[in-house]
């Protein structure tokens, strides 16, 4: 979000679309709709005793006060708890500020946790609510595309470390998740591109025909058209509600949702946490996954140039950072979460709309970065 940029004016409507989570650490509602963040104070329970907001300057300079407001209803104790901006802050230091504000002020089990921000904020909050006084209830409120879209629902929470992302973590659910599409017209032009990556991911490992509703209306989307942006929201939740409904845990069947993730994290940990947007790698990464899916599941020539034509159409990166060559690659990429006893694991593509997550030889991922990587861009963090 800019900063110089105006928060969309509040939506006095309650027109709403309801998506439903049910997992065993929780079954829980994501409301959808314009003018959403006026309507918060429905979401938390009536043994409420008092709220955070956890949050960034940037995003409660811009929705802090109508936050707030809304909040107000419950008549308790409403705190705020800013953090720095951006990736390169996801960590345990950072995380420590939310548990100093939180001890300081006493606050007991009945205490709720708002995470008002992007996936950074969502995921931080939400390690912190897991561990206050061995868990407590939160709320998400997403204000990126990319955090409407997926990492607010499934109740992945975590920070990163030096040599992994998203490596120290819990899986907890949050009690809702409010999804106000009004704040999407605060996003820069780069954040709608990152979240869109994560709209087109689903189709690709799902569904074939919204995978071409991707393609047919990119342009429309990265113009943020209301009605296609609340179709997409809308659908990507009930693609992933339907996921971490049958895997939690990420057991087994969770793990299709890292499409272009394994390329993806290691661009954001060998450029440095915050130089590249999440959704940036990830697009990125679907194009590497789609080159190498061709390689070794014989996913055809002209998928990966379909994969490829929409993530340049929502304006993500198509080549990928060098790295330094093909060692510093492997190394970040053995840092995944799906490697097991040193194999690297890859959600790969038979065909559009189905995946598979398998080992991919060395001289295949070696040809993959060789065709795919910009030469010039060698930075590594």
């Not at 990966?304 to 304006?315: D, L, P, S, Y």
Request: hydrophobic share 45%.
């Amino acid at each position: 979000m800019s900063n110089n940029q105006a928060a969309p004016a509040a939506n006095a409507t309650n027109t709403k679309h309801v998506v439903t989570v049910d997992t065993a650490g929780g079954r829980y509602p994501i409301h959808i709709g314009a003018g959403r963040l006026t309507h918060l104070a429905e979401s938390l329970p009536a043994d409420t005793t008092a709220v955070v907001i956890v949050t960034n300057p940037t995003v409660f300079a811009l929705f802090g006060a109508l936050v707030k407001k809304a909040l107000s209803q419950l008549t308790v104790p409403i705190s705020v708890v800013e953090l720095p901006d951006g990736e390169a802050h996801k960590d345990l230091t950072t995380l420590n500020l939310i548990f100093d504000h939180m001890l300081g002020k006493q606050l007991d089990r009945r205490a709720v946790i708002v995470a008002l921000g992007g996936g950074v904020i969502g995921d931080m909050a939400g390690f912190a609510a897991s561990v206050y006084m061995r868990g407590i209830r939160f709320v998400q409120v997403p204000t990126t595309l990319l955090a409407q879209v997926d990492s607010s629902v499934g109740g992945k929470t975590a920070v990163n470390h030096p040599l992994g992302k998203n490596m120290i973590g819990a899986f907890y659910q949050p009690i809702a998740v409010e999804i106000d599409t009004n704040v999407l017209t605060s996003l820069p032009d780069r954040e709608i591109s990152a979240g869109l990556a994560e709209v087109v991911k689903y189709g690709l490992i799902m569904d074939g025909d919204f995978f071409k509703w991707c393609e047919d209306n990119a342009q429309g989307l990265r113009a943020r058209d209301p009605a296609l942006l609340t179709q997409a929201i809308r659908q990507s939740c009930e693609f992933k509600a339907e996921v971490v409904s049958q895997d939690e845990r990420e057991g087994g069947l969770r793990a299709i949702l890292n499409l272009g993730h394994t390329f993806g994290h290691a661009i954001e940990a060998g450029m440095g946490y915050g130089q590249w947007l999440h959704g940036e790698a990830v697009g990125c990464g679907m194009v590497l996954a789609a080159a190498l899916s061709e390689k070794v599941c014989d996913l055809p020539s002209t998928s990966v140039t379909r994969v490829k034509n929409v993530v340049h159409a929502i304006g993500c990166p198509t080549a990928a950072p060098a790295l330094n060559g093909f060692e510093q690659w492997m190394t970040l990429m053995r840092g995944d979460k799906k490697t097991q006893a040193g194999e690297i694991k890859f959600v790969l593509m038979p065909k559009i709309g189905q995946v598979i997550v398998r080992s991919a030889p060395a001289d295949a991922v070696q040809a993959v970065l060789k065709a795919h990587c910009d030469a010039t861009d060698t930075k590594t963090a």
